[in-house]
């Protein structure tokens, strides 16, 4: 599922997934960050010389910058798919660390309640 269905599902008790939302996503052009969702192909990233996003280390966004990664997007590259799905694995990968770390300090309802008012979600 989406970011908000897996913090959601954690409140529900799930402590398993298999999700092919991230990889899915990233063939489509949609990137996860902390503070929006990016549809690469969009214009404004024609410009953008900055990665997906700045608190990301993951290796797409320690290498390369959202008009580059529009640029490889747009003219079909599968190189595109592939280091957007680098990020998007990433950005789920800390998501789920952030989702443990929030349980293991008795803190997840905070953090869902703070996930969810960002994302708009449940």
């Given at each position: 599922g989406t970011p908000e269905d897996i913090v959601?599902?954690?409140?529900c008790g799930i402590d398993m997934f298999d999700c092919v939302i991230p990889t899915r996503s990233a063939r489509h052009g949609l990137l996860f960050?902390?503070?929006e969702k990016i549809v690469i192909k969009n214009?404004?990233?024609r410009e953008?010389?900055?990665p997906i996003d700045e608190t990301c280390?993951?290796?797409?966004c320690?290498?390369?910058s959202r008009a580059y990664l529009r640029h490889l997007y747009i003219?079909?590259?599968?190189l595109a798919m592939v280091l957007n799905?680098?990020?998007?694995?990433?950005y789920y990968m800390r998501l789920l660390e952030q989702i443990r770390a929030a349980l293991e300090k008795n803190s997840f309802t905070q953090f869902k309640n703070t996930f969810m008012k960002k994302e708009g979600g449940v």
């Open positions: 959601y599902g954690v409140s960050t902390n503070s214009a404004r990233f953008d010389d900055a280390d993951c290796y797409t320690r290498n390369f003219a079909g590259e599968i799905t680098i990020h998007n694995v990433h």
